[in-house]
């Protein structure tokens, strides 16, 4: 059965997932709403076509979830039976209605489950032991807080995590206001081969330089969003 299900403006900015076709990218949103309360589902191509390409006889399902796999979802057995687990999806999806007075039908993936080895890209040939991804790693991820930095900016080449940019939408009382310091972020790293160790604590740092009379907290919204290539701030060596 579909669900509504929410996808976050930050997931098309993704590193990762813009390395793969954009049918692949379509096929992942799309298996948010066929996915139960636990991100699981039967793994059926078949099936999962119906109910995401509808119209489209020549897509390839099969094909997609190999692009996908193991980076965005998991695809293993239990008691003979293929199940398809996404990546990440309690992090990403809020529990409504019905759903949260029912567990799970869907078997969780196994604690000792490895998947199978991939194929490489553009080649018929398998290789050995490239994708073997455990599902405790991905745990292991989760608990030291890894995260996927996204591309933000118009020239795509200021890095942050999906938490730190709303982090800095909390500091600058708004995404319109946070971006005007990424886009900073961004021309000084274009025009003036600014490095920094974090984008994230970079800006914070800007922000205090150029408002050392306003605390970040408070910080108000500026009468305009023209950014002076004059008054970019010189870059200290070592980074932030």
Known sequence: MARIRTVKPELFFDVELGDVSIPARFLFIGLFTQA????????SPKKIKANIF?????????????????RFIVRYEVEGRKYLQVRNFGK?????GSELKYESKVPAVPDDYK?????????????PGKHLVTLERERERERKGVSHKIKFSKLQ?????????EKLKDRFNGQDNAMVWVEKM??????????YK??????????????????LDSFKKPTEHIINYKELPVVVKGGV
């Open 36 to 43: 139960d309360r636990e991100g699981r589902l039967d793994d």
């Open 54 to 70: 509808p119209y489209d006889e020549k897509i390839n399902v099969e094909s997609l979830l190999s692009e996908l796999a193991p």
């Open 92 to 96: 990403h999806q809020r529990l409504s």
């Open 115 to 127: 998947e199978a080895p991939g194929k490489q890209q553009g080649s018929d040939q398998e290789a």
């Open 157 to 165: 080449n200021v890095l942050l995590t999906q938490e730190e940019f």
């Open 186 to 195: 961004s021309i000084g790293i274009a025009m003036k081969g600014y490095k």
């Open 198 to 215: 974090s984008h994230y604590l970079a800006i914070l740092k800007w922000a205090e330089n150029e408002n050392p009379t306003e605390k």
